[in-house]
């Protein structure tokens, strides 16, 4: 460049015009056009070369659009689903002015819609039942009312089994209930032996109009003379004559829907609140009523944690931004002579940085308009499936939460800008004259992103431990956001790492990782959107896989694993044992293996309650108690004392089960071998006791006492010490055996009949034997149930499984996505391939590699970091509850065998899902001169 400078002869005047000097404000304005006209340049090219790469525009609409139409399609329900206080209110009253609800004798308050009510001074529950004529004489005169109980019970017989139904009684008769329900065929119910059941309680039950559905014990059976939908509950409901079910004691859940002849104002609220009535009405709110909120609902707010549900956020836009960067830096490859031209032509580095920016801008708003289409455009028209078989209940208006739709589409075009950042920096450092000769630029990876790429992954394990020591998700999730950041800073260099190690391999996975290691802009991304997934999956499923292992652990059975314990409810008839033993034989399978158990209470009859237990000797009594607030020294003693030496689990769970038994029931109840049975049997019928607890032995001898209450009235407990024995390893919760004689000496009767009867199995019955049993036993009542299944009732399994296939799912297609692109961009040198004399089988095999590179590093390093990142959070949480007292069962360190055996498989599903779809014929094409 040749600069020339005007020379002036010197003592000579320069006279020419001086230079007006541009204001701030002119200055300001100036850089503004200049920023806005670079701006919309870039973004016409981008639409420009969005029109061009058809294909590769689709895939990246295509995995921005995805998510948000998700994400849309959830906000849109929620907001349908989310009913406003009024319409919340329209749909409690129906055609009613006003819902009342008798809650206390004594003045209530309550907010402004009757969610929530609290009392003035203690709480009087109504003694007595309250009457229709009781509530109209609140009211005033021209006041009518109508009573419905919502929630009744009720088990109906079906076609195969016995169905659990929703019960309301009300008069569907009358215009005030009737407007709460929505006829669908039929009419209102009449008569108490008539009922209308909804659409869903029709098909289970399989009933027709005009046919007849017997209650589950055979007392009554209804007639179903309509089908009606409550728009509250989709599931099996039926609704019944007010007759069908007599009212029963003071308590009752009723509710009265009330028609006044004037407004349901503040005065009228007032009023009924200081009678104890709860109030639902469409009503404005009032200074009043504002008052009363504020006093009841001071303090409660939302209890979510809003950082926790960012973070997650976070972690899903990571995911998109790292699968969506590999086809940007394909696309900027592809036009590195464009962006050479446009820096020849006087572009400087902002504007190359601006131009490849504006294609994330454009197919990001392109995505989220698409998105956000498709995502609302599904919710409004699979309303009615959501709304059955989602939510169980009809939505309110329609409505798509303006706000959420917003911020979504603001995070996809985000996603779109941060997927082209790193691209973005690359051709603004391009070589122009290697971009206009169609040049590679040799990759080179700075020695500061890994040492920034080690120093986040240090700090985010060290987040991540401390967020786990003071329970916070939102701090662990910032720290496994940093750590993956920090992985994806590595990851470049270790790429490079392998490319040289591969120099000893066959020459189609030397291929791959050379073009791995030549295309990082590509390959890192994509390797580092399988690793987030993977990690994330992995050090959940190991968090949960250890979390189910302590439950189980602290898990305390009540009967030794595949027995049946027996309860009939309250009835005047109960079968014999024989009875009992003949449909166990027939419905479960068990032959013999059933015995009765008797309770034990006090007075002639035995119908007394009176609280039996054993008593710890002084000498083994812990003399701290967990609700005092121990101090940390205290902990410490008491964790140091041996009479403390026990389970959390085991010491809340005092509660000792007390019965009589001649040693029949024992080894049901508690699974102990023939020999101890036998001893402890002999000690019965000697006249003692059998506790499952050793500790609470002392010399031959169990202290029991018995604390009775007559009338009310408590008497001093007495003590005695009788003969024992402490069965050594008892399964189930603890019990106490007593003989009769020991009973008697105790001055306790057992009761005239059985209070259940045990049945050992050798494996736990299922469902449908559970309920072919219960109806054997029909003709006597309706019974109670207990299964032990021999663990917590928790099963993470499916969960485990649900995490592994969506980390798979991501693992394929980042695999897939990756090695379709790096297909495209070497198909110039698949050509010499050709010309070479490469079978035809070799472009498969690459496939196959490039695929395996990409699956197969991101599945280590995934799960290299997902085992290191559980072993930290369970670590400091261990740590965290190592000084408490009683001492916790800790977690342990599992390996979440499930998840890791799925995650092995994907990169070889993805390997040959590459094979499958690669054509093997390499291209041939001829150089023009």
């Known amino acids: 460049m040749i600069i020339r400078r005007v020379l002036r002869a010197p003592g000579r005047v320069d006279t020419s015009p001086a230079r007006p000097v541009a204001s701030p404000t002119h200055l300001g304005r100036r850089r503004l056009a200049e920023l806005t006209g670079s701006w919309r340049t870039a973004l016409r090219i981008a639409r420009r070369e969005s029109r061009r790469a058809r294909r590769r525009t689709a895939l990246v609409l295509a995995m921005i659009a995805l998510p948000v139409a998700v994400l849309a399609f959830l906000a849109a329900s929620y907001d349908m689903a989310d009913l406003t206080p009024q319409e919340r209110v329209e749909r409690q009253l129906g055609v009613a002015d006003a819902e009342l609800r008798w809650v206390a004798d004594n003045p209530v308050v309550q907010d402004e819609w009757g969610d929530g009510w609290s009392t003035r001074g203690d709480e009087h529950v109504p003694a007595v039942r309250v009457t229709a004529a009781q509530v109209t004489a609140l009211l005033g005169a021209g006041s009518r009312v109508t009573e419905v109980r919502p929630h009744v019970p009720l088990t109906l017989r079906g076609p195969h089994r016995d169905e659990d139904v929703d019960g309301r009684v009300l008069d569907l008769t009358d215009p005030l209930a009737r407007g709460l329900v929505r006829f669908r065929a039929g009419r209102a119910p009449q008569q108490p032996g008539e009922v209308a059941v909804s659409p869903v309680a029709l098909r289970r039950l399989d009933l027709r109009l005009g046919h007849a559905v017997a209650v589950a014990d055979?007392?009554?059976?209804?007639?179903?003379?309509?089908?009606?939908?409550?728009?509250?509950?989709?599931?099996?409901?039926?609704?019944?004559?007010?007759?069908?079910?007599?009212?029963?004691?003071?308590?009752?859940?009723?509710?009265?829907?009330?028609?006044?002849?004037?407004?349901?104002?503040?005065?009228?609220?007032?009023?009924?609140?200081?009678?104890?009535?709860?109030?639902?009405?469409?009503?404005?709110?009032?200074?009043?009523?504002?008052?009363?909120?504020?006093?009841?609902?001071?303090?409660?707010?939302?209890?979510?944690?809003?950082?926790?549900?960012?973070?997650?956020?976070?972690?899903?836009?990571?995911?998109?931004?790292?699968?969506?960067?590999?086809?940007?830096?394909?696309?900027?490859?592809?036009?590195?002579?464009d962006l050479a031209l446009v820096a020849v032509a006087g572009g400087d580095a902002a504007q190359l940085r601006r131009v490849v920016l504006a294609d994330g801008v454009v197919l990001g708003v392109l995505g989220a308009a698409a998105g956000l289409l498709v995502g609302v455009g599904a919710a409004f028209a699979g309303r009615p499936l959501v709304e059955q078989y989602v939510f169980g209940a009809r939505f309110g208006g329609y409505r798509c939460w303006p706000t959420a739709l917003v911020l979504l589409g603001g995070v996809a075009v985000l996603a779109g800008v941060l997927a082209a950042l790193a691209p973005a920096w690359t051709a603004a450092r391009q070589d122009v004259s290697a971009g206009l000769a169609g040049r590679r630029t040799p990759p080179t990876t700075r020695a500061r992103w890994l040492a920034l790429g080690l120093a986040l992954v240090a700090g985010g394990a060290g987040l991540a431990a401390f967020g786990a020591t003071q329970t916070s998700p939102a701090v662990i999730l910032t720290g496994l956001i940093l750590g993956e950041l920090g992985l994806v800073c590595c990851t470049p260099t270790l790429i490079g790492a392998l490319a040289r190690l591969g120099r000893v391999l066959p020459l189609a996975p030397r291929i791959a990782l050379r073009d791995a290691s030549r295309n990082r802009a590509a390959a890192a991304p994509a390797i580092c959107a399988v690793m987030a997934a993977v990690a994330s999956s992995v050090a959940l499923g190991a968090y949960l896989a250890s979390d189910g292992a302590r439950e189980m652990?602290?898990?305390?059975?009540?009967?030794?694993?595949?027995?049946?314990?027996?309860?009939?409810?309250?009835?005047?008839?109960?079968?014999?044992?024989?009875?009992?033993?003949?449909?166990?034989?027939?419905?479960?399978?068990?032959?013999?293996?059933?015995?009765?158990?008797?309770?034990?209470?006090?007075?002639?009859?035995?119908?007394?309650?009176?609280d039996v237990a054993p008593v710890l000797p002084p000498e083994r009594v812990c003399p701290w108690l967990p609700e005092d607030g121990l101090s940390a020294s205290h902990r410490r003693q008491a964790r140091a004392d041996p009479r403390c030496g026990i389970r959390e689990a085991d010491y809340f769970g005092g509660y000792v089960q007390t019965d009589v038994d001649d040693g029949t029931a024992l080894p049901l109840l508690t699974g102990v071998d023939p020999a101890t049975t036998a001893a402890a049997t002999a000690v019965l019928h000697a006249g003692g006791v059998v506790v499952t607890d050793p500790r609470y032995l002392h010399d031959g001898l169990v202290t029991v006492r018995v604390n009775q209450m007559d009338a009310g009235l408590d008497r001093p407990p007495a003590t005695r010490d009788l003969p024992g024995y402490a069965l050594p390893a008892a399964a189930g919760q603890p019990r106490l055996l007593l003989s009769a004689s020991a009973a008697r000496q105790l001055g306790l009767h057992p009761s005239p009949s059985p209070s259940g009867w045990v049945i050992g199995t050798t494996t736990p019955p299922d469902d449908e034997q559970l309920k072919r049993f219960a109806a054997a036993l029909r003709?006597?009542?309706?019974?109670?149930?207990?299964?032990?299944?021999?663990?917590?009732?928790?099963?993470?399994?499916?969960?485990?499984?649900?995490?592994?296939?969506?980390?798979?799912?991501?693992?394929?297609?980042?695999?897939?996505?990756?090695?379709?692109?790096?297909?495209?961009?070497?198909?110039a040198e698949l050509t010499t391939l050709a010309a070479v004399g490469a079978a035809p089988a070799l472009r498969r095999v690459l496939a196959i590699c490039q695929a395996g590179v990409i699956a197969g590093l991101g599945s280590v390093l995934g799960i290299v970091a997902g085992l290191g990142t559980a072993a930290i959070v369970l670590f400091s949480v261990n740590r965290q509850y190592a000084t408490d007292w009683p001492v916790p069962d800790p977690y342990p360190f599992l390996v979440p065998w499930p998840v890791l055996g799925v995650l092995v498989l994907v990169p070889v599903v993805a390997m040959l899902g590459a094979g499958l779809f690669t054509r093997a014929r390499l291209p041939i094409e001829r150089r023009l001169d």
Request: proline share 8%.
């Open 779 to 827: 003709p006597f009542g309706t019974i109670s149930l207990t299964v032990e299944y021999g663990g917590a009732p928790r099963d993470v399994s499916p969960l485990l499984l649900l995490l592994a296939a969506a980390a798979g799912l991501i693992t394929v297609g980042a695999a897939g996505i990756a090695t379709a692109l790096a297909a495209a961009e070497g198909r």
């Open 218 to 337: 055979g007392s009554r059976a209804y007639t179903v003379v309509g089908v009606v939908e409550f728009p509250d509950d989709l599931g099996a409901v039926v609704a019944l004559h007010p007759g069908a079910v007599p009212p029963t004691g003071p308590e009752s859940d009723s509710v009265w829907l009330a028609d006044v002849p004037g407004a349901v104002d503040a005065a009228l609220v007032s009023r009924l609140n200081d009678r104890g009535v709860v109030v639902v009405a469409p009503r404005s709110p009032d200074d009043s009523t504002s008052e009363r909120k504020r006093m009841y609902l001071g303090s409660i707010g939302p209890s979510g944690d809003l950082s926790t549900g960012v973070l997650i956020a976070g972690l899903g836009l990571l995911e998109v931004v790292l699968l969506v960067g590999p086809a940007f830096a394909v696309g900027i490859r592809r036009r590195r002579r």
């Open 553 to 610: 652990r602290a898990y305390r059975p009540a009967l030794p694993t595949g027995h049946v314990l027996v309860d009939p409810n309250e009835s005047t008839r109960h079968p014999t044992l024989a009875q009992v033993a003949t449909a166990a034989r027939d419905q479960l399978g068990v032959v013999g293996a059933v015995a009765p158990v008797y309770a034990v209470g006090c007075g002639p009859a035995g119908t007394d309650y009176c």
